[in-house]
């Protein structure tokens, strides 16, 4: 059956492989995009990516904008979608809470409004932040107790992008618990490119991981051997999304997107340096050292490396067997996460650096 969707962020990494996915399925996807006159490309991308590229279309319109900047046609024509998928968000480090806001926490409100007001089900996609309620408490946010958080002083804390997604979360389900609207979020870990081709898009924390470890900016593993940086890869992730928004048992939950087999960030340095012939460092050094290195501004121009994508790195572990247990009914097979980061190093190397490695 071919379902109406609406779609934000499909322009962006895991965006375009979600609309490739929608649209082979068969779904109509209109995708919200700050320059519709990029449609052509994007249809191009998704189409290369296995996507039906005559079933994606454009809407004209911005996040930061009032009602999205939609035009009362565009508005009328998305009263149809079925599912609003939410991934649209300004994603970059150093970001002022002014800026991190307007897009990733005002944005999302105005989705959520408008997906409430129409009876759409709203899918978003958040972080797996969101999921370490230890790291929450630490940071001075009750997860039970959203309301009482002093936002500023998160902000300043771990900075615009991450403080903007933990509050848009909060406020996205406040709207929707308010306007009586149905719901599901999924918290990706960090992304890796697709487990077989390794595709994986510029920007992306992964790539610039991969980046640095080839341009030899990484002279130490951060953190210690318990140190991990979760990972999903892409096709995984938007096959977990797109079986989300059609499965009734799943309005109202949330679901943690995170593969627990990925390894810890030595191993993972090793895995994507290999296919590559390049080395990975082997001795660890203390994240609060590396992170004070890093505060001196030269230092982490140098190592292209933002104190604030040290957060991300942790010791936690999560319990994923509802993944795994959603994965198994909806027949979705989960790819080999050691092969997904070879295959994406070898992407990064062929698409991304060119001539950079000897
Ligand atoms: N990648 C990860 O490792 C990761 C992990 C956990 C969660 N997430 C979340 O997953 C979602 C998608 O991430 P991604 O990695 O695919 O992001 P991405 O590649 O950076 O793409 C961001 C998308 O948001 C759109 N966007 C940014 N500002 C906008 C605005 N003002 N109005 C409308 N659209 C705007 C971009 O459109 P343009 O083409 O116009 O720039 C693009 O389509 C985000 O919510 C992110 O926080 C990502």
Redesign the pocket.
């Known amino acids: 059956m071919s379902v109406e969707c609406f779609v934000?962020?499909?322009?962006?990494?895991?965006?375009q492989h979600l609309v490739a996915l929608l649209s082979a399925q068969g779904h109509t996807v209109r995708v919200?995009?700050?320059?519709p006159e990029r449609l052509a490309a994007l249809r191009e991308h998704v189409a290369s990516l296995g996507g039906n590229a005559a079933q994606v279309f454009a809407v004209s319109?911005?996040?930061?904008r009032d009602n999205l900047g939609l035009s009362h046609v565009d508005r009328a024509v998305l009263r149809g979608a079925r599912i609003v998928f939410h991934?649209?968000?300004?994603?970059a480090w150093g970001l002022s809470l002014q800026q991190s806001r307007a897009?990733n926490v005002e944005?999302s409100r105005q989705v959520a409004l408008l997906a409430a007001e129409q009876n759409s089900r709203l899918v978003l996609?958040?972080?797996?932040m969101l999921k370490n309620h230890q790291h929450l408490r630490n940071i001075g946010i009750d997860p039970r107790r959203p309301e009482l958080t002093n936002w500023p002083a998160v902000y300043r804390k771990v900075g615009g992008y991450e403080a903007s997604?933990l509050e848009a979360h909060f406020a996205t389900l406040q709207v929707m618990a308010a306007q009586g609207g149905e719901i599901t979020v999924v918290h990706?870990?960090?992304?890796c490119g697709h487990s077989r081709t390794g595709h994986i898009?510029e920007?992306?924390?992964?790539m610039e991981l991969i980046r640095n470890l080839v341009q030899g900016k990484l002279a130490a593993v951060p953190g210690t051997p318990e140190h991990w940086l979760p990972l999903v890869s892409v096709d995984y992730l938007v096959e977990l999304v797109a079986a989300c928004a059609f499965d009734p048992a799943m309005v109202g939950q949330e679901l943690l997107a995170l593969d627990d087999q990925t390894p810890n960030l030595r191993e993972l340095l090793a895995q994507a340096a290999h296919p590559l012939g390049v080395k990975a460092p082997k001795h660890h050094m203390p994240l609060r050292l590396m992170k004070l290195l890093l505060s001196v501004r030269p230092i982490a121009r140098l190592l292209n490396t933002n104190v604030e994508a040290l957060d991300f790195i942790q010791t936690t572990r999560f319990d994923t067997a509802a993944v795994e247990q959603f994965a198994g009914r909806h027949g979705i097979a989960k790819p080999d996460i050691r092969e997904a980061l070879r295959h994406t190093a070898t992407f990064v190397n062929a698409h991304c650096l060119g001539k950079d490695i000897q």
Do not use: N, S, W
Request: avoid cysteine.
């Open positions: 934000t962020g499909g322009t962006g990494f895991i965006g919200l995009m700050r320059r319109g911005d996040l930061q991934l649209g968000a300004h994603f897009v944005g996609i958040g972080g797996y997604k990706p870990a960090t992304v898009l920007g992306q924390p992964l």
